[in-house]
C-alpha cells in the first residue's frame, strides 16, 4: 500500500516485518545510545507526512501506554492528534484504523496542529509561529479554522538550529571562552572548535542560561565612595599617648571594610557583566551576556 508518497521498496527504510515492539522508544532509546550500542535512529514523520506506520504507531504507543500510563483494555479517554500539513484520504482511514483498533480509544478528533496551539493559548483567531529545527511555520487562523487564501501559512527556511549558530557565533567573540577550548598550546581546528562551539550553546540553552529577552546592555554600576588615606602616620605621637594596640586594631578593621567594599564591588561588575561559571565538557569556563545573543 503506497500512502502519502511512500513507496513500497525503498532501500533508506528500515526492513520489512518489524513491529511496534521491534524499536526502542523514549527512556529506553536514550539509555541504548547512553550504552554506546549500535542504533539505527528513525523518525517516522517527513515533510509533515507519515513516512513510516510501524515507527509512527511505535511512537504513539509510548506516548498513550507508558508516558500518559493509559490502559488499553480500559481506554476511555478521547485523542486530540494535531497535524503539520492536512493528509490524503488513505491516510485519515489508515489513522482512525490504527487509534480505534490499535489503541482502542473512545473518540478520535484529528486537527491541524497550529488551531490547536492556538486553542492552548485560550485563543481562536492569531498568527500561529511554530519554530522547528530547519523551519520556521507562520500560520494565520481564523475563527479555529486556516485562512488557506489572501494569507496562507508561510514556511521559512530558518530554525532553531540557526539560532543555535548564531549563538556559537557569539560565543565565539568571548576570547576567555576560545583561549579555554582552544588553547594556544594545543590549538583545536577551526571544524572541531566550531563543533565545540554549537555543543556549548545547545548546553547553555538546555540548562536555561539563555534568555533572548535579556536587556542588551546592564545599567552603569555605581561605584562607592572611600575615604581617601594619604599614608602618613605619626608614629611618635601614637606612641607617646600609648595608642599603639589602637592603632593596630584600627588599621585591621580599616583594611576588612576596604576588602568588603572590593568585594562588593567586584560582585557589582559581575552583576553588571552578567557573568556565569559553568562547567562544561570537564573545562571550566566563565560566559558573559553573550550567552542571550541568540537572535538577531
Not at 513510516?52 to 508516558?67: G, P
Not at 500518559?68 to 482511514?93: A, D, I, M, W
Not at 479554522?145 to 548564531?166: I, N, T, W, Y
Not at 611618635?236 to 599603639?244: F, P, Q, T
Request: hydrophobic residues 40%.
Amino acid at each position: 500500500m503506497v500512502v502519502d508518497g511512500q513507496q513500497a521498496l525503498d532501500p533508506s527504510r528500515p526492513p520489512k516485518g518489524l513491529r511496534p515492539s521491534s524499536y526502542l522508544v523514549g527512556q529506553q532509546l536514550d539509555e541504548a545510545i547512553k550504552a554506546g550500542e549500535d542504533l539505527e535512529i528513525w523518525w517516522p514523520f517527513q515533510d509533515g507526512k507519515i513516512g513510516d506506520w510501524v515507527q509512527a504507531e511505535a511512537l504513539w504507543k509510548h506516548i498513550l501506554f507508558y508516558s500518559l500510563h493509559l490502559r488499553r483494555t480500559l481506554n476511555e479517554f478521547p485523542v486530540v492528534l494535531g497535524l503539520p500539513k492536512p493528509l490524503s484520504v488513505p491516510s485519515y482511514e489508515l489513522l482512525a484504523q490504527l487509534f480505534f483498533e490499535r489503541f482502542n480509544v473512545a473518540a478520535l478528533s484529528i486537527n491541524e496542529r497550529p488551531v490547536l496551539q492556538l486553542f492552548a493559548a485560550n485563543q481562536i483567531s492569531g498568527i500561529v509561529v511554530d519554530i522547528d529545527d530547519y523551519t520556521t511555520d507562520i500560520t494565520p487562523v481564523v475563527e479555529g479554522e486556516l485562512v488557506r487564501e489572501g494569507f496562507p501559512s508561510k514556511a521559512v527556511p530558518v530554525g532553531f538550529q540557526d539560532c543555535l549558530s548564531h549563538l556559537a557565533g557569539a560565543l565565539s567573540t568571548n576570547p576567555s571562552i576560545i583561549g579555554t577550548l582552544s588553547p594556544p598550546a594545543s590549538p583545536l581546528s577551526q571544524d572541531v572548535l566550531q563543533a565545540a562551539l554549537l555543543r556549548l550553546a545547545e548546553y547553555l540553552y538546555t540548562e536555561g542560561h539563555v534568555n533572548p529577552l535579556a536587556a542588551a546592555t546592564a545599567p552603569p554600576v555605581a561605584v562607592a565612595a572611600t575615604e581617601e588615606d594619604d599614608g602618613t602616620t605619626n608614629l611618635a605621637s601614637i606612641l607617646v599617648a600609648g595608642k599603639e594596640k589602637a592603632l593596630i586594631e584600627a588599621n585591621s578593621k580599616k583594611k576588612a571594610a576596604a576588602r568588603g567594599v572590593a568585594e562588593r564591588e567586584k560582585e557589582k561588575e559581575r552583576q553588571a557583566l552578567d557573568l556565569i561559571e559553568i562547567e562544561f565538557e570537564g573545562v571550566k569556563l566563565t560566559v558573559g551576556k553573550e550567552r542571550h545573543r541568540m537572535t538577531t
